[in-house]
């Protein structure tokens, strides 16, 4: 015979989205390749304001806060950087494409791209309340690199490398900036790596901006080292690792990685790209490295009359 509070605690169980007892050790917001269009900030800040109050440890967005296209002023970068500053929570952002690389376009205004990815740098890292990344605990691990760091939140450390779109600015005739770039993140891979074996960490968030490929057993072009640093890192790393990135605008949450030798679905890596514009939305992350399924994701939207005037 069932009394009333064991009826109760049923009720409320069903009413629930979820066990009652599996609360993730860590939750947050991803987002990417937001805003691009007219009125997708608007979205943006309305999806934001509404669901960060849901719990959200802090936000990341990987990448691409203007269109490809779009003039790429200090203007441009600045309105995100507004919309981050004005957040309740922290903000762990890795550069796109469009922010520096894609500024080479004569109709993004034909600029010099690592002048543009120098004023990022200014703009969204050189002033501490933009991203607040000192309420993370963020580590750096070269200056010349401040868009890679590292910290640690609920036993799962997470750690930003900045890969973009466009083959990674490397060119046919190659790029210094893109080998030096490449060569920074193995090393900040292989320090955070260490960092996480050193504090215990039970799980691994890896956040960047391109979609390389992962599923191809030959990397594309600009993407080869970045595959063989996740290969080194799931020998060095014992325990789940979630890959989050954009890029490609479409949501994905897979397993790509293949084992070499079976071709099987690498068990312990899983992919999550975030939806893109035209669409504006966000994934909720929960992470619980003990559970079978140490990652869980729910699609969220925002009310689109939230961006309209009355």
């Known amino acids: 015979m069932i009394t009333a509070r064991g009826l109760f605690t049923l009720i409320l169980a069903l009413a629930l989205p979820g066990p009652i007892w599996a609360e993730p050790a860590v939750r947050f917001l991803a987002i990417g390749d937001i805003p691009y269009l007219p009125g997708e900030d608007l979205l943006m800040e309305a999806m934001l304001a509404e669901e960060i109050p849901r719990g959200a440890a802090l936000v990341a967005h990987v990448g691409d806060v203007k269109r490809g296209s779009a003039p790429c002023t200090d203007a441009a970068l600045g309105r995100a950087a507004e919309i981050f500053r004005n957040l ?6 890795t550069p796109g494409d469009n922010e520096w690389t894609d500024c080479r ?4 205004g034909g600029h010099d791209p690592e ?3 120098s004023r990022l740098r200014q703009i969204y890292f050189a002033d501490p309340q933009i991203l607040r990344l000192d309420e993370l605990g963020a580590v750096t691990t070269e200056a010349a690199y401040p868009e890679n760091y590292w910290f640690l939140r609920g036993g799962v450390l997470f750690v930003t490398l ?3 779109g466009s083959h990674n600015n490397l060119h046919r005739g190659g790029s210094a900036e893109y080998e030096a770039r490449s060569a920074a993140n193995r090393r900040h891979l292989r320090a955070a790596t260490a960092a996480a074996k050193a504090e215990g960490a039970k799980a691994m968030v890896l956040l960047f901006h391109a979609n390389p490929d992962l599923q191809q057993a030959k990397p594309p072009r600009g993407y080869g080292p970045l595959h063989e640093d996740l290969r080194r890192l799931l020998r060095d790393f014992p325990g789940p690792v979630l890959a989050i990135h954009g890029d490609t605008h ?3 949450f897979d397993r790509p990685l293949r084992d070499p030798g079976t071709g099987a679905p690498e068990p312990r890596f899983t ?6 514009s035209p669409i504006v939305g966000g994934v909720w ?3 619980d490295p003990d559970a079978p399924e140490p990652f869980t994701v729910t699609l969220t939207y925002p009310n689109a009359r939230d961006g309209l005037a009355d």
């Open 88 to 93: 309740p929570v922290p903000v762990a952002f």
């Open 105 to 108: 376009r004569e109709a993004a």
């Open 115 to 117: 002048e543009r990815l």
């Open 162 to 164: 900045h890969v973009v």
């Open 250 to 252: 479409r949501y994905q």
């Open 271 to 276: 992919r999550l790209e975030v939806p893109g």
């Open 285 to 287: 992350v929960g992470i």
